[in-house]
């Protein structure tokens, strides 16, 4: 893959800064600079300092005044920092400015994302996703790259107008590659959706009932997978530990099947490209019969990570679905504040800990209720000495047609999934 600019291999001294423009926002941007913090560390860059700057209004030229951006650089200077991360999403041309005045590598809140999910990504479909939100991030920042170029060729400070130009014939040249690469890429991604598009009905055509787990990141979903399901799904203390969805069959207290399915964690600010990019893969949270919403209890900000998940659910057409929360480690909730805190702002929440295994037969039971209304049609073949079944049927099923055959019932019913997993073993045929 191309890249953006001779990125150096190891940044090992960071400058994080976040600048917010509203005194109001103070308490946020701290925490988003926190959350940065530990992005940046995920990718193994140490974090020597970082900066909350109020700047009175928003410039062009480097998003905040020059002043202070003269001081953010000396600052970097100062601690000898080889890269500054800006939490705030910087334009290309805004991030060709920094570079040229620190003289350093510039990257911003999205390339750290971005770098992370590279770096994660798995299947063939998460790999293209991410290729592809990189290529079309890196697009128009390639100026930046050949800029190097022209200004080494020139060997001054503005470079020889020949030099300028074989730099400009290089960006239209790779920009027509990474446009030929985009497209390829998206058609590529085309193709595995509609695999997995046909995978889904099938499934769907079985109609077990099927639920996501979803939440910010690091909210403990895969541990709760593993725990509901027994399985081994990789779950870590890290940021963006799951990129690629991961579907587990299990059994609820009534018999019936659930499937669920992890999902990649959700994140504040997430950039839209990347909301776009994981649409696939969180595609499935649109299509579950409900949602199962984990939150870390004992974040501090759990609200804030509550909000924005809705709202990327709102985003991709599942604002509607029915939702079980789950107040996930509350092992880790000892403050009698924050408890309170948790009952008043989440009433119906279920508390858990997927670690500690608290709740999980509280959830699964509302795993059963949510499915109660769902029915389907189906048939079965039912022996006669099972007459239970057959009567079980009549008085909470709608029949549709009995027939004999030797010893046998055929039975064509609407049935309640709350009743379908004591019937399954007699079904005839995939359900229509
Ligand atoms: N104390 C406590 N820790 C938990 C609990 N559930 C999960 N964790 C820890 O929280 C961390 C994150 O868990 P994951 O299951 O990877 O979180 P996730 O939501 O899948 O994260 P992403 O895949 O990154 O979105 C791990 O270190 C878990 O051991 C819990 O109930 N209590
Ligand atoms: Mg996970």
Not at 10 to 35: C, G, I, N, T, W
Not at 171 to 196: H, N, S, T, Y
Not at 242 to 268: A, E
Request: charged share 30%; proline share 3%.
């Amino acid at each position: 893959m191309f890249e953006v600019r001779e990125k150096p291999e190891m940044v090992e001294r960071a400058l994080l800064v976040r600048l917010y423009f509203d005194p109001r926002e103070a308490d946020e941007s701290e925490a988003l600079l926190e959350e940065l913090e530990e992005l940046v560390r995920t990718l193994g860059i140490g974090v020597v300092e970082k900066v909350l700057a109020k700047s009175r209004s928003m410039h062009k030229k480097f998003l905040c005044g020059t002043g202070k951006a003269a001081e953010i650089v000396d600052l970097a200077k100062a601690h000898e920092c080889d890269c500054i991360v800006f939490d705030n999403q910087l334009a290309p041309s805004q991030q060709r400015e920094w570079e040229a005045a620190a003289d350093l590598c510039v990257i911003d809140r999205e390339e750290v994302i971005l770098d992370i999910f590279a770096k994660r990504a798995q299947t063939r479909e998460a790999r293209l996703q991410v290729e592809l939100a990189r290529m079309q991030y890196a697009l128009p920042r390639m100026a930046r790259m050949w800029g190097h170029l022209d200004r080494e060729g020139g060997g001054g400070s503005g470079g020889s107008a020949a030099a300028r130009g074989m730099g400009e014939k290089q960006i239209e040249v790779d920009r027509r590659m990474a446009r030929v690469r985009i497209d390829r890429a998206k058609r590529e991604l085309e193709d595995v959706r509609k695999q997995r598009a046909t995978q889904r009905h099938a499934r769907e055509r079985l109609e077990t009932p099927h639920a996501s787990i979803v939440g910010y990141t690091n909210a403990g979903k895969s541990t709760l997978l593993n725990r509901l399901s027994g399985s081994e799904v990789l779950s870590k203390d890290m940021l963006f530990a799951t990129l690629d969805t991961t579907t587990r069959r299990i059994d609820l207290p009534d018999g019936q099947p659930l499937l669920l399915t992890d999902t990649v964690g959700f994140v504040r600010n997430l950039p839209h490209r990347l909301v776009e990019a994981f649409k696939a893969t969180l595609e499935e949270s649109v299509l579950a019969d409900f949602l199962i919403h984990v939150l870390d209890a004992s974040s501090p900000e759990v609200e804030a990570f509550h909000d924005t998940t809705l709202s990327v659910l709102a985003e991709l057409g599942a604002g509607e679905k029915q939702i079980i929360t789950v107040l996930n480690k509350i092992d880790n909730v000892s403050d009698p504040d924050q408890m309170a805190f948790l009952r008043r702002t989440f009433p119906d929440a279920i508390h858990a800990s997927a670690l500690k295994d608290i709740g999980i037969a509280e959830l699964l039971d509302a795993c059963s209720t949510a499915l109660a209304s769902r029915v389907q049609r189906l048939r079965y073949r039912i022996p006669q000495s099972r007459a239970d079944l057959v009567g079980l049927l009549h008085r909470d099923a709608k029949i549709l047609s009995t027939d004999y055959e030797g010893n046998d019932i055929l039975v064509h019913a609407v049935v309640p999934a709350a009743i379908s997993g004591k019937l399954e073993g007699f079904l005839t045929e995939p359900p229509e």
